[in-house]
C-alpha cells in the first residue's frame, strides 16, 4: 500500500523468484532504501523506475553507488541544455543543501513560460492565460516548449540513464517525430 515501508519479504519473494527486473513508480526517496535494501539482502535485479527525479548525484549517494538501476525521464542531456551551466551554478550558490534535479528545470521553464504568458497576453484570466500558452513557442532551459491544442507537449525528450561508476551515463535519448 501507500504506507509500506518495509519491502524486505517482497525483496525476499524477488531475491527467490530470480525475477529479471523490479518496475518502481513511486518516491525516489522509497526507492533509494527498496535499492538499499535490495543489496544488502543480495537481489541481483535490474531496478527501473520512470519520472520520479532520482537521476542525481544526491539519489546516487543515497544507494552508495548501487548499480544496475535505470530509470526514464522527460529531459534531455543536461551538458547540450544551452543556459545548463549557468542555472547550475546559481542554483547551488543560492540554494546550497538542495540538488538540482530533472523537477527543478521543468519548474523553473514552467514558471518562466507563464510569466511570459502572462506579459504576452496582458492577462492573467485562466481562458485568455490556456490560448497564449498553446500559441507560444517559449525558449526555456530544458529547450523550446510549446503545445498543441490538446495541450500536450510538441515533441518531448525522454532519456533513459543508467547508474555506473557512481554517475549516470545517457543509455538512450527518444524523441517524439
Known amino acids: 500500500s501507500d504506507k509500506t515501508s518495509d519491502f524486505n519479504q517482497a525483496l525476499a519473494d524477488i531475491k527467490e ?7 518502481w513508480g513511486g518516491t525516489h526517496l522509497q526507492a533509494a532504501g527498496i535499492i ?20 542525481n548525484q544526491n539519489f546516487l549517494n543515497q544507494v552508495n553507488g548501487a548499480g544496475n538501476i535505470f530509470t526514464l525521464e522527460s529531459d534531455q542531456q543536461r551538458d547540450k541544455l544551452p543556459g545548463w551551466k549557468n542555472f547550475e551554478k546559481n542554483y547551488v550558490a543560492r540554494f546550497s543543501s538542495s540538488y538540482v534535479d530533472v523537477s527543478s528545470l521543468r519548474a523553473y521553464d514552467a514558471v518562466q513560460m507563464v510569466g511570459e504568458a502572462i506579459r504576452v497576453g496582458n492577462s492573467v484570466d485562466s481562458r485568455k492565460l490556456i490560448g ?10 530544458t529547450g523550446v516548449i510549446s503545445f498543441d491544442q490538446d495541450g500536450n507537449l510538441r515533441d518531448p525528450v525522454f ?12 543509455v538512450k535519448v527518444l524523441k517524439a517525430h
Not at 132 to 141: I, V
Not at 159 to 170: L, M
Open 17 to 23: 523468484s530470480r525475477a529479471d527486473a523490479i518496475f
Open 36 to 55: 538499499v535494501n535490495a543489496k544488502r539482502l543480495g537481489v541481483k535485479t535490474r531496478f527501473l523506475n520512470a519520472m520520479n527525479g532520482m537521476n
Open 132 to 141: 497564449t500558452l498553446h500559441a507560444e513557442k517559449f525558449k526555456g532551459l
Open 159 to 170: 532519456t533513459v540513464y543508467e547508474a555506473q561508476g557512481g554517475d549516470w551515463k545517457i
